[in-house]
């Protein structure tokens, strides 16, 4: 059944983008659609969304920055939610043998770089003066000081890396954007293609469907200030170790 309008969204007026919608980030829209009415959601991905964009390639990230300013201003919300585990290509490495350069590289591209250089592509859309969320998916396997299994090397420090990157640019904000709110977020075990080749391990009651993994981590951004601004948060609101 579709969430009622929230009442923290009332206030909430301007655009909210979506990037990468896969299986949590579609949810999210439709989620975040039913809570703030005011909000316009806008989608970014490299295919099926309103604007096309490949976080790994600089011409697609420089033409979302040069009509950012006109076409998503006030933008009020951003969800990264791309995220490269495995493709054709890429698998997650089990020992060292199986780790390879361009894998470390590619994973780099869209789960560490990716979502600063979004950051800096949409900056210009950014109220100063109105809260702003400014969210990316992590991972709980990304904890350094959670660590107990090893493995997945390159989806692991990519996402160690993206937390150090946006933890930084939190507390650049504290100073250029007083009232944006960073947050690294992580979903839970999630059935999308993604976790799919993985799923198997984890029993069913604790696999999120996306729309329930949606509706938890937008209920963690509706209790975040820009006062917490910088925080790597699992889907019950709960800290995760960096
Ligand atoms: N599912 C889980 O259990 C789980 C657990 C922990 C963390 N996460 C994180 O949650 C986020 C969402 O994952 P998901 O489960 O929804 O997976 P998903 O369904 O595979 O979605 C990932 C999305 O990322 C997009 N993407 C990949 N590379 C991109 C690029 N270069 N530019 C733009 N978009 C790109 C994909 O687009 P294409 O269709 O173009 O490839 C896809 O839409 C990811 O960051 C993931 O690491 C998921």
Request: hydrophobic fraction near 45%; glycine fraction near 8%.
């Amino acid at each position: 059944m579709p969430a009622a309008p929230n009442p923290y969204w009332q206030a909430w007026q301007g655009q909210a983008l979506i990037v990468g919608p896969g299986g949590i980030g579609r949810a999210l829209a439709a989620e975040l659609a039913s809570r703030a009415p005011f909000l316009r959601i806008r989608t970014a991905g490299r295919r099926g969304a309103d604007i096309a964009l490949d976080l790994a390639d600089d011409r697609s990230l420089a033409r979302l920055s040069a009509t950012a300013a006109t076409d998503l201003a006030p933008l009020r919300v951003v969800i990264n939610t791309a995220g490269l585990l495995h493709d054709g290509e890429l698998q997650p490495e089990k020992r060292l043998s199986q780790v390879r350069r361009h894998a470390l590289e590619r994973s780099f591209a869209v789960n560490a770089f990716g979502p600063l250089l979004l950051a800096q592509a949409i900056e210009s859309a950014l109220p100063k003066d109105d809260p702003v969320h400014f969210a990316s998916l992590s991972a709980r396997v990304g904890s350094i000081g959670d660590n107990r299994l090893g493995g997945w090397y390159a989806y692991r420090a990519a996402k160690a890396a993206q937390n150090q990157l946006l933890r930084t640019l939190a507390i650049e904000w504290q100073r250029r954007l007083p009232r944006a709110c960073v947050t690294l977020l992580h979903p839970g075990t999630t059935a999308t293609p993604l976790s799919a080749p993985f799923g198997s391990s984890v029993p069913a009651s604790a696999l999120f469907t996306p729309q329930r993994a949606a509706a938890h981590l937008l209920d963690v951004l509706e209790g975040r200030t820009a006062a917490s601004s910088g925080a790597f948060l699992a889907w019950d609101g709960l800290p995760v170790p960096w």
